[in-house]
């Protein structure tokens, strides 16, 4: 398997607008992807938010199982604080701004103090496609902030007014490099990574392996995989959706397709490919 990296030129000026944006923000929300949260943490992003308060964000929960809670958990037992939520879904709106003011309680009380009321404004950060202005349209109450089911959608600036906040949407930026290649396939796995630079087969084979590993009751309903190599799997899975070509070969292509998309769209259940170890790894 070839070694995975992507970091367009584009990132650099993304990560180079952050920070010219920063003195203006109070806070960061950075938004992780609930099934993997530690491949979707970039050192990089948290660097610049300096002291600024966190609020980790683990969206698209309900594509993770309860190992996700486990690690928001330990986010906030680390001295961050955690929420995992879908922001696809309007109860979240509530559990995000409380934990915003939760954040802002004590500067917000000193201010009022003072005589005065703040607006606050907190940066939106994350990997791309970890749902970032999915998050900001659920609280602005409107779609404010472009969206896409693709790594890379937004590109510009734009702060976004909502009550007793603004929020600054930024566009999704890798480390600019892999340190842990596994975690990097949890990344492609969940499309935060541009499929184009992508080898399919390997990304289709690996995550057979490994959810066969974490959880084959879910291949098993899905597919019927009983178990095997990589590759047998995969042909179980091309003879359970028909996808074979003529003379009676498999069509490895189609059934590759098929098994990332039912993973990234959920029908492969719920599930959780990051440890408890991986987020520790990174100061939690």
């Not at 993304?14 to 949260?37: F, K, N, Q, S, T």
């Not at 399919?200 to 009983?226: C, F, H, Q, V, W």
Request: aromatic residues 8%; proline residues 4%.
């Amino acid at each position: 398997m070839k070694t995975i990296q992507w970091f367009p030129g584009h990132m650099t000026k993304a990560m180079r607008m952050m920070e010219e944006a920063l003195p203006a923000a109070d806070g960061i929300i950075y938004v992780l992807d609930a099934r993997c949260p530690a491949a979707s943490f970039n050192p990089k992003l948290l660097k610049i938010a300096k002291s600024k308060p966190v609020l980790y964000v683990l969206n698209k929960g309900d594509l993770a199982d309860g190992r996700a809670d486990n690690l928001a958990k330990i986010i906030s037992g680390g001295g961050g604080k955690a929420v995992k939520i879908n922001a696809a879904h309007a109860s979240s709106k509530k559990i995000i701004l409380s934990a915003l003011d939760g954040l802002v309680a004590e500067k917000r009380e000193k201010n009022a103090q003072k005589g005065y009321n703040k607006t606050f404004r907190f940066m939106v950060v994350g990997v791309p496609n970890t749902g970032k202005s999915t998050v900001i349209n659920l609280l602005a109450g409107a779609k404010r902030a472009v969206t896409g089911d693709k790594a890379g959608v937004t590109r510009g600036k734009q702060w976004i007014r909502l009550d007793g906040f603004e929020l600054l949407d930024t566009p999704g930026t890798m480390p600019p490099a892999f340190e842990n290649q596994r975690l990097a396939l949890h990344l492609a796995y969940v499309g935060s990574i541009n499929d184009d630079i992508l080898d399919t087969d390997d990304i289709a084979l690996a995550l057979l392996e490994e959810l066969y590993e974490k959880y084959p009751a879910n291949l098993g309903a899905r597919y019927g995989i009983s178990g095997g190599t990589p590759l047998e799997m995969l042909e179980q899975v091309a003879k359970k959706r028909g996808f074979m070509l003529r003379g009676g070969e498999y069509d490895y292509e189609r059934a590759e397709r098929a098994v990332i998309d039912d993973f990234r769209k959920g029908r492969l259940g719920a599930v959780t490919l990051d440890t408890a170890e991986d987020m520790q790894a990174f100061g939690f």
